[in-house]
């Protein structure tokens, strides 16, 4: 028989992206495949921070292939693009100089998951090979020094910097290292914008490929102050299915587009539920609503998030689900977003 489309794609979905247990074709990097006759041409194109990743899929992927019954002349043209390649504007006043990309975190209302989304997707770029900040600017709610694990207390630098607490291998800040868990904060517009231009000023990041800034819900002084004082590089929406947390999200998304942000796209979060005893998928908070305010806003729908016990479990106990169950479908939900939207960024 000849050889067709179908037998090289599914040869080339046996190459892992190297250290995760997903393949190059479900994460969509193989983005053209022609066959003539037994020659076969393929391109592959990958955004990672990880060279070393690239080298080893073209190799992986030229072995398949020369594999393959039949095969004849394999033309591969393997590209890594690096989130170095985005191009952001310089910060005001030196802020953030040495942060390739600056990522928001946003949600129109609470309770949707949007700390739990952050987490995960610092965490799942950072596996990629990437340097991650996480920056908690939910001034009201900070929860994300528990959910990475960060049992230390910042440090001040020589040079009187305040220096990120490593949570899983991501750098992390919040106001939580700062004050009693049992203490309400109980600050007007002016204290909280002084907050986060300490947060921005006074912070030792370093040099990373991305700063993800988990935003507080809703459209106030938290998200004009780092939208006015930081040049981001795009902004993510998460929103459950329902129509009272789409509505919210058009909102969100509506107030980024004013003030000049990249909208990267929409996350849906809670999509459906697996049974784990019977396999039964039930679709709790409906589905699909993501996707349809996404495609009617004329922005990118990044994925859905399903619900898993894992994740709530993982995020009290410091391990977020990226950590603490790779392997899980709402892990690799999770990487697969960091993949978008890693290609999103770089403009890939």
């Not at 794609?9 to 193989?30: E, H, N, Q, T, Y």
């Not at 990629?128 to 600017?137: H, I, M």
């Not at 910097?161 to 800040?173: A, C, R, S, W």
Request: glycine share 12%; hydrophobic share 45%; charged share 20%.
């Amino acid at each position: 028989m000849a050889l067709s489309e179908e037998d090289v794609r599914k040869a080339l979905a046996k190459v892992k992206f190297p250290g995760l247990s997903r393949d190059i074709v479900s994460f969509g990097f193989v983005r053209s495949v022609v066959v003539s006759g037994g020659d076969v041409s393929v391109e592959i194109v990958m955004t990672t921070a990880n060279a070393a990743a690239g080298e080893a899929v073209e190799r992986e992927a030229r072995r398949v292939l020369s594999e393959l019954p039949g095969v004849g002349e394999v033309k591969l043209d393997c590209r890594v693009h690096s989130p170095q390649a985005a191009t952001p504007v310089q910060p005001p006043r030196g802020l953030l100089p040495g942060v390739r990309a600056k990522i928001a975190v946003a949600s129109g209302k609470g309770g949707v998951g949007k700390s739990t989304v952050a987490a995960n997707l610092a965490l799942a770029l950072q596996r990629t090979g990437a340097s991650v900040g996480l920056l908690d600017a939910d001034i009201y709610g900070p929860s994300q020094q528990l959910m990475m694990g960060c049992t230390d207390k910042p440090m001040v630098s020589p040079q009187e910097k305040i220096l990120p607490v490593d949570g899983n291998g991501v750098k992390v800040m919040s106001l939580g290292f700062l004050m009693d868990p049992d203490t309400p904060v109980i600050w007007r517009g002016p204290m909280v914008m002084k907050a986060l231009q300490q947060f921005l000023e006074d912070v030792e990041w370093g040099t990373l490929d991305y700063l993800i800034v988990d935003l507080p819900p809703g459209t106030g002084d938290a998200q004009l102050t780092i939208t006015q004082q930081v040049p981001l590089d795009g902004a993510v929406i998460v929103t459950t299915p329902q129509d009272v947390a789409l509505i919210d999200a058009r909102k969100g998304l509506a107030m980024f587009r004013k003030v000049n942000v990249p909208v990267l796209g929409v996350i849906e979060n809670m999509s459906s539920f697996v049974c784990p005893h019977c396999g039964k998928t039930s679709e709790i908070f409906k589905h699909g609503g993501g996707r349809r305010t996404a495609e009617q806003l004329g922005v990118p729908f990044l994925g859905e998030v399903p619900i898993d016990p894992s994740i709530v479990a993982g995020g009290d106990a410091g391990t977020p689900i990226v950590v603490s169950h790779p392997s899980s479908g709402a892990a690799q939900a999770f990487v697969a977003l960091a993949v978008e939207v890693a290609r999103q960024v770089s403009g890939g």
